[in-house]
């Protein structure tokens, strides 16, 4: 069965603390994503790749990095926490664009103290 | 620009029930629709997908239609049971403009026992 994995199902981190969140797929996807999730806001696009070491910016970019030094592995770097990231954070995989499903992992949820 | 709208945001329905759960989209510039369920704290599970140039899609007790002409899908749950209950979801997958899926903010439904 297709897996996406996140690394974390519950992270507490201080304010300025660099985060890291992982996130690794088996389904040789090109496209992966990184969303944040808050209650009345839905799903919110912070990043995506569509190749390794290629990124495009989502909706909400800012305060975020993204890496993808491998096919299968993109991750998420908070470079210096704030409360206001404090959040569900869910990473999904998908083939090319048109091509089919989207994949989520069971998401990780972020609180920063 | 794409925009997708769910209703109702909420429904309680005795088990047993059958349901139809819709979503509407502003833009028909897209390669597929999915619908996802989401228990609470948890990711997303890809449900059904339908792609543009077809009109329905089932799964078991499931049955989602696809109606892009007037930018309508609907969801079509038979003979719901309390296992149901969770938070559904729709996106779009963009054809046009900057590529990204387009998510709904979903119907939380509740199937009393």
């Known amino acids: 069965d297709v897996k996406v994995t996140q690394s974390s199902r519950y992270l507490v981190k201080r304010t300025g603390e660099k985060v890291f969140l992982e996130c690794v797929q088996d389904m040789d996807h090109e496209n992966m994503f990184w969303y944040r999730q808050d209650p009345g806001l839905g799903l919110r696009l912070i990043y995506f790749s569509y190749d390794v070491k290629m990124k495009e910016k989502g909706d909400i970019p800012e305060g975020y990095s993204v890496s993808r030094e491998k096919k299968e592995r993109f991750s998420l770097i908070l470079e210096s926490a704030s409360t206001n990231q404090t959040s569900m954070y869910l990473c999904?995989?998908?083939?090319?664009?048109?091509?089919?499903?989207?994949?989520f992992g069971s998401g990780t949820q972020l609180s920063v103290l | 620009k794409q925009e997708v709208t769910q209703i109702p945001a909420a429904l309680s329905v005795p088990e047993g029930e059958n349901l139809v759960l819709n979503c509407s989209f502003t833009d028909s510039a897209i390669y597929n629709l999915q619908w996802f369920r989401q228990d609470p704290g948890k990711g997303l599970t890809s449900l059904l997908l339908i792609q543009s140039s077809q009109r329905e899609q089932t799964s078991g007790r499931l049955n989602a239609s696809l109606d892009k002409s007037s930018g309508r899908s609907t969801l079509y749950i038979a003979a719901s049971q309390p296992g149901d209950s969770a938070t559904y979801l729709c996106?779009?997958?963009?054809?046009?403009?900057?590529?990204?899926?387009?998510f709904g903010t979903g119907t939380r439904l509740k199937v009393l026992a």
């Open positions: 999904a995989s998908s083939l090319p664009r048109g091509a089919g499903k989207l994949f």
């Open positions: 996106a779009v997958e963009r054809s046009a403009g900057t590529y990204k899926y387009i």
